[in-house]
């Protein structure tokens, strides 16, 4: 087996970048989900469940560091990082609330523009991010904005089968991965404990809970009619109400990842 695929999402459930190598410790792969839109007044967080357009809007870090911003008919932007305790913001993130640095009124403008509604960019600093959800994980193992674990891995053989069932395309961006393994028999994952890529080791913590948002394209930010994979996963991959595709990760200390390395199942 080894890892065929990177992914990394800057800006919470906006665009993703292929990545041929990263590194990756505690927050997962170095710069992952680390940005966030969240309600202008409200403060609570925004994703393609409820706004598909966020499927159109591009978040990649330049150089300096900083996030360049891009969408269909607007100017790039870019945005620098604020410190970690500028303009703190408080904010909420499914059952965690937080104050966090908020990267100032242009980039709010800018996003408002794209959203059609008020919002505000946050960072959040390392120093600043989450525990993982009660009963996983250990004591040391944080999370920056991903909904709840700093990595998800899908293997290549498990979209494969779904695709087949589902009886046409769907890319692996669709379910928004950090890792894909290649070599592996379909839904393999769902029995490994601790794996090791390259020198790197990783706990498997849980299975992946999916939701509409795999139902959007991310080509098109468009919803598929037929309520597609979902449907389809819900046949046979449904445990106790909720629908699983891919495992959530932790990584054990600082490494680097890049494509091709062998993958091996430790536990």
Known sequence: MQLSALYRYPLKSAQGEVLQQSSCGLLGLTGDRRWMLVERDSGRFLTQRAHPRMSQLSALYDAEGGLLLSAPGQDTLRVSIPGP?????????????????DAGDAAADWLSVFMGIAVRLVHVPEQRTRYLPAGYGENSDRVAFA???????????SLDDLVQRVGR???MQRFRPNLVVEGSAPFAEDGWKRIRIGTQTFRVLKPCTRCILTTIDPQTGERSADREPLTTLKTFRQKEGDVMFGQNLVA???????VGMPVTVLE
């Open 147 to 157: 909904d709840g674990f700093p990595l998800l891995l899908i293997g290549q053989a």
């Open 169 to 171: 395309p769907l890319t």
């Open 85 to 101: 305790d500028d303009d703190l913001r408080g904010v909420t993130l499914w059952r965690d609330t937080l104050r966090v640095p």
């Open 252 to 258: 054990d200390g600082e490494g680097v990842l890049e």
